[in-house]
């Protein structure tokens, strides 16, 4: 009898489930036949034709350059954020300032739903530059040397490009100009701080020499793996070198720790799941004849699932195999206050839209597929929080001239900035288009 009544309600669901499906499929084909003049038409392109004019491009170039040359350090981006703000003032885009000490928000549109945030990264690294060039840093000892430059630069290029398109917009950009990327999570203060309020989408760029010069480098799901840090102090009792049997030698303690933390990666995970354990420093002693009371450990984490696991049989292995040799362990989790980073994990309906517009903007070669990196990035936090896409935009030559990110040697091909421009403007331009076209016929979140 249960078994009936069961068959019955599975038919009439699945026929309820048909029909909604038809429906749903009827509607999408009318908001694709409808939408075709955009996806297919000039207006992209023609975000990429006036970036390339001369008006924007040199402007872009400018800004670069004067950003280039007074690099600040993670929290420290006061005249990066003051030069951001009298560029969208002389544009004439509003913003919200500060938010996380030096973060600004720029808004452009009809301030109503709905909104899509576009990101950029301000802060430099504690590098000294080694290129020689007109525009070089003048600060000793910090350089831009991740590009961050340039993100800035490509998205005041796109709050230019849209700003001349602002009663088109059908929702409002919201522009994301964040503190400390490197290390410090300045996307976790901007969120902390309501820089997502009310934002549906976030899109974001990172420059790459390892990509070909124009391309749009991009995956589905993970794309930067998560990181943590650890670092360890290894306490025993210090004593004579040659007469072991009155100390605690946690060299050797630190030694056994070192390479039993090499286990986690080799026999605890699953081998079609990358993950990094590197131990990276290791200080103690100064003295043949003495053994130290106590050996500094540390290094980094990295993996794109089970990061909180990882993290406590870190601590386990390293408390547990002290024990074992009789010294004590204190394991720290957040050295400095920097706090782990999420992998980056691209939204699929985001990764398959994005596709499009640069297909439509610079042709299919120009999108290729992303391969998986261990390197981190905070954008991971907003990608967390809500719906999100990073794609790494190509800038390298056929000479292979343009160094790896944080090398002294790192350079920008600043003919890549109207690519990004057109990218961060599309791509906004397209997710309201889409967006407003579902929620005018009321199905917008449904689907
Ligand atoms: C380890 O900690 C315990 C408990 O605090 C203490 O009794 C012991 O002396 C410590 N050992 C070392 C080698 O510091
Ligand atoms: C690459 O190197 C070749 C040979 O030296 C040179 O002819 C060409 O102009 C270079 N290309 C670029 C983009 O610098
Ligand atoms: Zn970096
Ligand atoms: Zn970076």
Known sequence: MAHQKFVVFFLSAMALLLFSLT???????????????????????????????????????RIRRKIHE???LGFEEFETSKLIRSELDLIGVKYRYPVAITGVIGYIGTGEPPFVALRADMDALPIQEAVEWEHKSKVPGKMHACGHD???TMLLGAAKLLQEHRHELQGTVVLIFQPAEEGLA??????????????????????????????????????????????????????????PQ????????????????????????????????????VHGGNAFNVIPDSVTIGGTLRAFTGLTQLQQRIKEVITK????????????????GREPYPPTVNDIDLYRQFKNVVRDLLGQEAVVEAAQVMGAEDFSFFAEAIPGHFFL?????????????HSPHYRINEDVLPYGAAIHASIAVQ??????????????DEL
């Open 431 to 444: 997710y309201l288009k889409e967006k407003g076209s579902a929620s005018a016929r009321g199905f917008h």
């Open 321 to 336: 195999q002290a024990d074992v040799l009789r010294c004590n362990a204190s394991v720290n989790l957040a050295p400095n």
């Open 70 to 72: 007074n690099p600040e």
């Open 393 to 405: 935009l190509g800038m390298q030559d056929e000479n292979k001239t343009y160094a790896m990110p």
């Open 186 to 243: 300045g996307a976790k203060k901007m969120i902390e701080e309501g820089a997502l309020k009310d934002v549906k989408a976030i899109f974001g760029i990172h420059l790459s020499n390892r990509i070909p010069f124009g391309k749009a480098a991009t995956r589905a799901g993970p794309i930067l793996a998560g990181a943590g840090r650890f670092e360890a102090v290894i306490t025993g009792k210090g004593g004579h070198a040659a007469i």
């Open 150 to 152: 340039g993100h800035v």
């Open 246 to 281: 009155h100390t605690i030698d946690p060299v050797v303690a630190a030694a056994s720790i070192v390479l039993s933390l090499q286990q986690l990666v080799s026999r605890e995970a699953d081998p079609l799941d990358s993950k990094v354990v590197t131990v990276s420093k």
């Open 23 to 61: 429906f749903q499929l009827l509607l999408l084909l009318r908001v694709d036949s409808s939408e075709s003049s955009w996806t297919t038409g000039g207006d992209v392109k023609k975000f990429f034709e006036s970036a390339k004019t001369p008006e924007v491009f040199d402007w872009m170039v």
